[in-house]
């Protein structure tokens, strides 16, 4: 009885889990969507004007990013990332910065302080080309913008090299006014808080997956918020003001990522931000550095870096500390990072990202196939002992004290641990959600080709072959029980669960499926061996 309340326990918190993700996805009622319908009436006319403010745009073109750059401010106000796909099958490139009718994601840059130019006003910078194209044989493309004020020059220089998603950004600031000028920089994201007032992006929300801002201080290797708690913070008038020599703010979405590194010169001190707009519809995480005197006829170089991409780890580890953290594991990325790892490793040798899942989950079975055998051998050795469980229910009934107490002893005579079938399940639990959180984060599952009709890992199975198989083999294991259900209520739900978790699966991402799918078959497979071995041993522990 006791096995089954342990059994029911964990397919209930497994049950919940999968309706809480589902219920994230599709959250959004009827009444939301009839206000939402009336706020976009209402602010169509303002976007549009507010689109007309980007002023001209410079674009820079590499094998890997496409950007354009409004001449007010110098900021990226669109990115497509050219090696990434909108979706399978079509040449589209991936959207990730942009600003449209309703749904605005930009990243931003300038100089402030006493005398910087982005102080009350954002400037506008000249430019000799409109369209920067990296050619063949080049390494690396530079667009140039230009700009002056009260004496002071200032050159802003974008530069993308070839293969990579990083972005530097470079001010060069000239002092010919004759006095000393002081200004420091800074580097923001900016993002509409409601993802579903965009209607034609790459944004995509999938169950479970975090959406908000991140960054990285000489406190906190990775502290999260969501794009509600920024604009709350700048509301209650308590936004961040983080202090750090190094350091990085990003804003994150499922697969993808775009943020800002803090100025890595030695002695720079940099502080993170956040704002919001002001009536809370657009959220901002930035970092600036701490201001700089230029002293008369004397030049200063302001620099910084951006990340406009998927969420590449090895590369993004390599950009700046912590930045690859990014790739949201949850709480246990401690074990899902490792897991990552050796998916990688072994997708080196086979090429195919499919049956690296598959390799993967037979070496995560395997090694836990001791405490299984261990789980199993508890519960047989449990069941033998319930005739003389019985026995002592009927002679100390009531006495539950005295029962206790010739309980224990009968577990210390006959070397048996009643916790012996649930503790081996409870080490597994982690192993297996870290090991759903590495797929389900992986970039390199998006659009990875399996084999037959799945093509694209990322999605769902689109004939729901793999999630029927799912829950036909869940069946089989709960046939397989050692633990009899007779309890008519825990009957029904053990019949149901099958039928519930093959609808759940058939909206999840082919390559999760696939891992539960042959995890299932494992577990069969080492139910058939495991009851072999005990029933040699006499120890029957299957269903009669």
């Given at each position: 009885?006791?096995?089954?309340?342990?059994?029911?326990?964990?397919?209930?918190?497994?049950?919940?889990?999968?309706?809480?993700?589902?219920?994230?996805?599709?959250?959004?009622?009827?009444?939301?969507?009839?206000?939402?319908?009336?706020?976009?009436?209402?602010?169509?006319?303002?976007?549009?004007?507010?689109?007309?403010?980007?002023?001209?745009?410079?674009?820079?073109?590499?094998?890997?990013?496409?950007?354009?750059?409004?001449?007010?401010?110098?900021?990226?106000?669109?990115?497509?990332?050219?090696?990434?796909?909108?979706?399978?099958?079509?040449?589209?490139?991936?959207?990730?910065?942009?600003?449209?009718?309703?749904?605005?994601?930009?990243?931003?840059?300038?100089?402030?302080?006493?005398?910087?130019?982005?102080?009350?006003?954002?400037?506008?910078?000249?430019?000799?080309?409109?369209?920067?194209?990296?050619?063949?044989?080049?390494?690396?493309?530079?667009?140039?913008?230009?700009?002056?004020?009260?004496?002071?020059?200032?050159?802003?220089?974008?530069?993308?090299?070839?293969?990579?998603?990083?972005?530097?950004?470079?001010?060069?600031?000239?002092?010919?006014?004759?006095?000393?000028?002081?200004?420091?920089?800074?580097?923001?994201?900016?993002?509409?808080?409601?993802?579903?007032?965009?209607?034609?992006?790459?944004?995509?929300?999938?169950?479970?997956?975090?959406?908000?801002?991140?960054?990285?201080?000489?406190?906190?290797?990775?502290?999260?918020?969501?794009?509600?708690?920024?604009?709350?913070?700048?509301?209650?008038?308590?936004?961040?003001?983080?202090?750090?020599?190094?350091?990085?703010?990003?804003?994150?979405?499922?697969?993808f990522v775009s943020a800002w590194i803090g100025d890595t010169t030695e002695g720079v001190k940099n502080v993170i931000f956040s704002n919001a707009s002001k009536d809370g519809s657009e959220a901002i995480i930035g970092i600036r550095s701490e201001a700089t005197t230029i002293a008369p006829s004397q030049s200063h170089e302001f620099k910084s870096s951006m990340w406009i991409g998927p969420k590449s780890q090895d590369e993004m580890e390599k950009v700046a500390p912590n930045l690859d953290l990014t790739v949201d594991y949850g709480w246990l990325w401690f074990i899902s990072i490792?897991?990552?790892?050796?998916?990688?490793?072994?997708?080196?040798?086979?090429?195919?990202?499919?049956?690296?899942?598959?390799?993967?989950?037979?070496?995560?079975?395997?090694?836990?196939?001791?405490?299984?055998?261990?789980?199993?051998?508890?519960?047989?050795?449990?069941?033998?002992?319930?005739?003389?469980?019985?026995?002592?229910?009927?002679?100390?009934?009531?006495?539950?004290?005295?029962?206790?107490?010739?309980?224990?002893?009968?577990?210390?005579?006959?070397?048996?641990?009643?916790?012996?079938?649930?503790?081996?399940?409870?080490?597994?639990?982690?192993?297996?959600?870290?090991?759903?959180?590495?797929?389900?984060?992986?970039?390199?599952?998006?659009?990875?080709?399996?084999?037959?009709?799945?093509?694209?890992?990322?999605?769902?199975?689109?004939?729901?072959?793999?999630?029927?198989?799912?829950?036909?083999?869940?069946?089989?294991?709960?046939?397989?029980?050692?633990?009899?259900?007779?309890d008519p209520i825990q009957r029904k739900v053990f019949m149901a669960m099958p039928f519930i978790f093959t609808f759940m699966f058939c909206t999840f991402p082919a390559g999760l499926t696939i891992y539960w799918l042959i995890s299932n078959l494992f577990t069969i497979f080492q139910q058939v061996i495991?009851?072999?071995?005990?029933?040699?041993?006499?120890?029957?522990?299957?269903?009669?």
């Amino acid at each position: 009885m006791e096995q089954q309340r342990n059994i029911l326990f964990i397919l209930f918190l497994s049950l919940t889990l999968f309706i809480y993700w589902a219920y994230e996805r599709d959250k959004i009622t009827m009444e939301q969507q009839a206000q939402l319908h009336a706020e976009r009436l209402e602010q169509m006319a303002a976007a549009e004007s507010s689109q007309s403010s980007t002023g001209k745009l410079i674009k820079i073109t590499s094998d890997t990013l496409e950007l354009s750059i409004s001449s007010i401010g110098g900021d990226v106000v669109d990115a497509k990332l050219l090696k990434v796909k909108q979706e399978q099958g079509k040449d589209d490139p991936f959207h990730l910065l942009m600003i449209e009718p309703l749904f605005t994601y930009q990243s931003q840059s300038g100089l402030i302080g006493a005398n910087g130019p982005d102080s009350k006003a954002r400037p506008t910078y000249t430019f000799n080309n409109d369209n920067v194209v990296m050619q063949e044989g080049e390494d690396s493309v530079s667009a140039v913008l230009k700009f002056t004020q009260n004496g002071v020059d200032y050159t802003k220089t974008y530069t993308l090299k070839r293969g990579s998603y990083v972005v530097d950004v470079k001010y060069d600031v000239v002092n010919n006014s004759g006095k000393n000028v002081s200004m420091a920089f800074y580097g923001q994201l900016k993002q509409t808080v409601d993802a579903t007032m965009q209607s034609n992006s790459g944004l995509f929300m999938v169950a479970g997956a975090y959406r908000g801002t991140a960054y990285s201080s000489d406190e906190t290797r990775y502290e999260k918020h969501t794009l509600e708690d920024l604009a709350d913070l700048s509301k209650e008038r308590t936004p961040l003001n983080v202090k750090t020599s190094a350091g990085w703010v990003a804003m994150i979405q499922h697969y993808f990522v775009s943020a800002w590194i803090g100025d890595t010169t030695e002695g720079v001190k940099n502080v993170i931000f956040s704002n919001a707009s002001k009536d809370g519809s657009e959220a901002i995480i930035g970092i600036r550095s701490e201001a700089t005197t230029i002293a008369p006829s004397q030049s200063h170089e302001f620099k910084s870096s951006m990340w406009i991409g998927p969420k590449s780890q090895d590369e993004m580890e390599k950009v700046a500390p912590n930045l690859d953290l990014t790739v949201d594991y949850g709480w246990l990325w401690f074990i899902s990072i490792p897991l990552f790892k050796i998916l990688e490793f072994i997708h080196g040798f086979i090429g195919n990202w499919g049956f690296a899942i598959i390799v993967l989950t037979l070496i995560v079975r395997g090694a836990l196939f001791p405490l299984t055998k261990a789980q199993y051998t508890s519960m047989a050795k449990m069941r033998l002992l319930a005739p003389k469980m019985q026995e002592l229910r009927d002679r100390y009934g009531d006495d539950r004290q005295k029962l206790g107490q010739e309980t224990m002893r009968l577990y210390k005579t006959e070397k048996v641990n009643p916790l012996g079938g649930c503790f081996p399940l409870l080490i597994q639990m982690p192993i297996f959600i870290a090991l759903y959180w590495t797929l389900m984060e992986s970039t390199e599952l998006r659009h990875a080709p399996f084999m037959l009709w799945i093509t694209d890992l990322s999605v769902h199975d689109p004939y729901f072959v793999t999630p029927i198989l799912y829950g036909i083999s869940m069946y089989f294991i709960q046939k397989m029980s050692p633990t009899p259900v007779t309890d008519p209520i825990q009957r029904k739900v053990f019949m149901a669960m099958p039928f519930i978790f093959t609808f759940m699966f058939c909206t999840f991402p082919a390559g999760l499926t696939i891992y539960w799918l042959i995890s299932n078959l494992f577990t069969i497979f080492q139910q058939v061996i495991i009851y072999r071995s005990l029933e040699k041993r006499g120890l029957h522990v299957k269903n009669q």
